[in-house]
């Protein structure tokens, strides 16, 4: 079937505005990750959920970070009150499960807070 | 906290060599370590995955190795071609919630 899709691919936002980031991932996949890359640095773990257990949070850097997952579907990243900092491509990725599993990402969005 | 290093940063070659990435990282209690390959504008492809009982994985004219006891990993890639050029990513996996990255390395294969 498909891969992870992510929306929207870009978003240009002003600071100070609330955006939303989406990611589907693959269907059957009951793990699924949130992960940041600002330019020139590696990728770093925001969000992690496994099935209908409570959600790793311990990676997103801030309360104005949160993200909700539905079951085993949709998941959104939002991001309240954007800072410039916040500009970065975020990254979503699922897995079949909890294991040692591949985890296969999506294309990504990037975010640009002016 | 596990760190994850990369070397070299770039790295350019001409056509049909064979050349070797490097990345180590410093906590050894890893579930495993996989190689990603991410293209501009593109998300991330996963290339090879070893587990931690392992020492080696091969895809094509790809092999990495496994090394826990030094914290290392190699990632060779045999007769490069310029399709090969992308940025290479190693990670650590230490538990179910997440990987360590590293920062990469940008690989360019001259025709």
């Known amino acids: 079937g498909a891969g992870v899709s992510q929306s929207p691919s870009n978003k240009v936002t002003e600071k100070g505005k609330d955006v939303e980031l989406r990611c589907d991932p693959i269907?059957?996949?009951?793990?699924l990750y949130w992960y940041r890359q600002r330019l020139g640095q590696g990728l770093e773990f925001l969000i992690y959920?496994?099935?209908?257990?409570?959600?790793?949070k311990s990676g997103l850097p801030s309360d104005r970070f949160s993200a909700e997952r539905t079951g085993e579907s949709v998941s959104t990243l939002t991001i309240q009150r954007t800072q410039q900092e916040d500009s970065a491509v975020y990254l979503c990725?699922?897995?079949?499960?909890?294991?040692?599993?591949?985890?296969?990402f999506g294309p990504g969005t990037r975010l640009l807070v002016l | 906290k596990q760190e994850v290093t990369q070397i070299p940063a770039a790295l350019s070659v001409p056509e049909g060599e064979n050349l070797v990435l490097n990345c180590s990282f410093t906590?050894?209690?890893?579930?495993?370590l996989q190689w990603f390959r991410q293209d501009p504008g593109k998300g991330l492809t996963s290339l090879l995955l070893?587990?931690?009982?392992?020492r080696e994985q091969t895809s094509g004219r790809l092999n990495a190795s496994l090394d826990k006891s030094s914290g290392r990993s190699t990632l060779y890639i045999a007769a490069s071609q310029p399709g090969d050029s992308a940025t290479y990513l190693c990670?650590?996996?230490?538990?179910?919630?997440?990987?360590?990255f590293g920062t990469g390395t940008r690989l360019t294969v001259i025709p």
């Open positions: 990725a699922s897995s079949l499960g909890d294991g040692s599993e591949t985890q296969y």
């Open positions: 269907s059957g996949h009951t793990a």
């Open positions: 959920f496994q099935g209908n257990s409570a959600p790793d």
């Open positions: 906590d050894s209690a890893i579930y495993n």
């Open positions: 070893i587990q931690s009982s392992q």
């Open positions: 990670a650590a996996q230490t538990g179910a919630n997440n990987l360590f």
